[in-house]
């Protein structure tokens, strides 16, 4: 019997953290979660050419020799982790964690490494299968303090093994899998603020595996989430659940730090036939919008050129010394490094600065403006162009007009604005 994994992940930077420096992958026959750590910028540049490194084994894995062919592949990670290291002495202590698992449709063979966990629900009973590589775990295994005073222990992210030191021994398993299964994969940022007993709860309680991963991503926020914040769910079916792009986020996506010659995030965004056959059918609607259309053109021409560029091995350098202005997650009227278009899928664009402005506060042009995103040659011209569509003054033509704040002189608000700002 082969089984299937239906899956879901999002990788978030948390409330605190200024950059995310977890990564993570999933992919019909590969799932794995990174938490990088090192000064210099350098935890983001981890994980994400470990995890660009190990989702090569998104493919059903062989016969025989899976294990030897795990180990070689992170072994080859963490080689090229050392040699980032011997190249800029600067990056000494930099590394990550790995929580990965290669599944053969009934098999899983998982390598651990750090304080990423894997939990499994199975039949409402919940268990967590991996032993954290940390100080409090090795106490707690001795016996010196319990678990509950481990999560509260000042040193509780203190990391006893990771990738990128100089020799590395990660824990190698395999698990059955049984339909109904569903696995989380996280890093220290869920399981930090959010506690076991929510986390069995929001796995038992989800429908989907999208839901259970927004769920707890939610409860992290929440709770302040101090540092970044990534969670993984993949639940086990006996149904082909249908054609499921890969996901890769967080550090890993971005294509700065997966400049590899084995680097999967080029392939990935070159790959996917989803978005170009879903462009295409957008382009052939019968009577498009003109203004629309010439977006949509634009987008498919730059989509396509940024795909050549890659094809040549060009990385996204370029992508990356352009901006616009657009409308981040949370809807505000934001600057982004990058092009406003998604290749395959994967959006090439990099929040850069979010205003506190909304964007549904901007009149309905400057909305759809926005919508193609407002491009700009500089940052600085991104910054000027952001600060005047934001300018909270009455006299900020960009914006709805300021809502009247109870004086009698309604005559002067513009009738046709149903709209208004408070400020
Ligand atoms: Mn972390």
């Given at each position: 019997?082969?089984?299937h994994?239906?899956?879901a992940?999002?990788s978030?930077?948390?409330v605190?953290?200024?950059?995310n420096?977890?990564s993570v992958y999933?992919g019909?026959h590969?799932i794995?979660?990174?938490?990088?750590?090192g000064?210099?910028?350098?935890?983001?540049?981890a994980?994400a050419?470990?995890?660009?490194?190990v989702?090569r084994?998104?493919v059903?894995?062989?016969?025989?020799?899976v294990?030897?062919e795990?180990a070689?592949?992170?072994?080859?990670?963490?080689?090229?982790?050392?040699?980032?290291?011997?190249?800029d002495p600067?990056k000494?202590?930099?590394g990550?964690?790995?929580?990965a698992?290669?599944?053969?449709?009934e098999?899983?063979?998982?390598?651990?490494i750090g304080?990423?966990?894997a939990?499994r629900?199975?039949?409402?009973?919940?268990?967590q299968?991996t032993v954290?590589?940390t100080?409090v775990?090795?106490?707690?295994?001795?016996?010196?303090?319990?678990?509950?005073e481990?999560?509260?222990h000042?040193?509780r992210?203190?990391?006893?093994r990771?990738?990128g030191?100089?020799?590395v021994?990660?824990?190698?398993q395999?698990l059955?899998?049984?339909?109904?299964?569903r696995l989380?994969?996280c890093?220290?940022?869920?399981?930090?603020p959010?506690s076991d007993a929510?986390i069995?709860?929001?796995?038992?309680s989800?429908?989907t595996?999208i839901?259970?991963?927004?769920?707890l991503?939610?409860?992290?926020?929440?709770?302040g989430?101090p540092?970044?914040?990534?969670?993984?769910?993949?639940?086990?079916?006996e149904?082909?659940?249908?054609?499921?792009?890969?996901?890769?986020?967080?550090?890993?996506a971005d294509?700065?730090?997966?400049?590899?010659?084995?680097?999967?995030?080029?392939?990935?965004?070159?790959?996917?036939?989803?978005?170009?056959?879903?462009?295409?059918?957008?382009?052939?609607?019968a009577?498009?919008?003109?203004?629309?259309?010439?977006?949509?053109?634009?987008?498919?021409?730059?989509a396509?050129?940024?795909?050549?560029?890659?094809?040549?091995?060009g990385?996204?350098?370029w992508?990356?010394?352009?901006y616009?202005?657009?409308?981040s997650?949370s809807?505000?009227?934001?600057?982004?490094?990058?092009?406003?278009?998604e290749?395959a899928?994967v959006?090439?664009?990099w929040?850069?600065?979010?205003s506190?402005?909304?964007?549904e506060d901007?009149?309905?042009?400057?909305?759809?403006?926005l919508?193609e995103?407002?491009?700009?040659?500089s940052?600085?011209?991104a910054?000027s162009?952001?600060?005047?569509l934001?300018?909270?003054?009455?006299?900020?033509?960009?914006?709805v007009?300021l809502?009247?704040?109870g004086d009698?002189s309604?005559?002067?608000q513009?009738?046709?604005?149903?709209?208004c700002r408070?400020s």
């Amino acid at each position: 019997m082969s089984l299937h994994l239906r899956y879901a992940a999002i990788s978030d930077r948390g409330v605190v953290r200024q950059g995310n420096q977890d990564s993570v992958y999933a992919g019909s026959h590969f799932i794995a979660v990174a938490d990088g750590m090192g000064g210099m910028a350098a935890g983001d540049l981890a994980s994400a050419i470990v995890i660009n490194t190990v989702a090569r084994l998104d493919v059903p894995p062989p016969e025989e020799s899976v294990a030897d062919e795990l180990a070689d592949t992170v072994a080859e990670a963490n080689r090229a982790i050392r040699r980032l290291v011997a190249d800029d002495p600067d990056k000494e202590g930099m590394g990550t964690t790995l929580t990965a698992l290669w599944f053969d449709g009934e098999w899983f063979n998982m390598v651990h490494i750090g304080d990423s966990r894997a939990y499994r629900m199975r039949d409402g009973a919940f268990e967590q299968i991996t032993v954290d590589d940390t100080y409090v775990q090795m106490l707690v295994d001795e016996g010196r303090i319990t678990a509950e005073e481990a999560e509260r222990h000042p040193q509780r992210s203190l990391l006893l093994r990771a990738l990128g030191a100089s020799e590395v021994e990660p824990a190698f398993q395999t698990l059955k899998g049984v339909p109904g299964d569903r696995l989380l994969l996280c890093s220290d940022g869920l399981t930090g603020p959010v506690s076991d007993a929510d986390i069995a709860l929001a796995l038992q309680s989800a429908a989907t595996p999208i839901e259970a991963v927004e769920s707890l991503v939610g409860q992290a926020l929440e709770a302040g989430a101090p540092d970044n914040v990534t969670v993984l769910i993949a639940d086990v079916v006996e149904g082909d659940p249908g054609e499921q792009a890969p996901i890769i986020a967080g550090a890993a996506a971005d294509a700065r730090l997966a400049e590899s010659d084995t680097a999967v995030l080029p392939a990935i965004k070159r790959g996917d036939p989803a978005e170009a056959d879903e462009e295409a059918e957008s382009d052939g609607e019968a009577e498009p919008k003109g203004k629309r259309r010439g977006g949509r053109v634009w987008r498919t021409v730059l989509a396509c050129l940024i795909v050549l560029v890659l094809a040549a091995g060009g990385g996204l350098w370029w992508v990356r010394t352009h901006y616009f202005i657009g409308v981040s997650d949370s809807g505000n009227i934001s600057v982004f490094r990058g092009m406003p278009v998604e290749v395959a899928g994967v959006e090439a664009a990099w929040l850069e600065i979010e205003s506190s402005r909304a964007a549904e506060d901007a009149v309905d042009d400057v909305q759809d403006d926005l919508d193609e995103g407002i491009t700009a040659d500089s940052i600085e011209d991104a910054e000027s162009e952001l600060a005047e569509l934001t300018d909270a003054a009455a006299t900020n033509e960009h914006l709805v007009p300021l809502c009247s704040s109870g004086d009698s002189s309604t005559d002067t608000q513009p009738a046709a604005t149903a709209d208004c700002r408070e400020s």
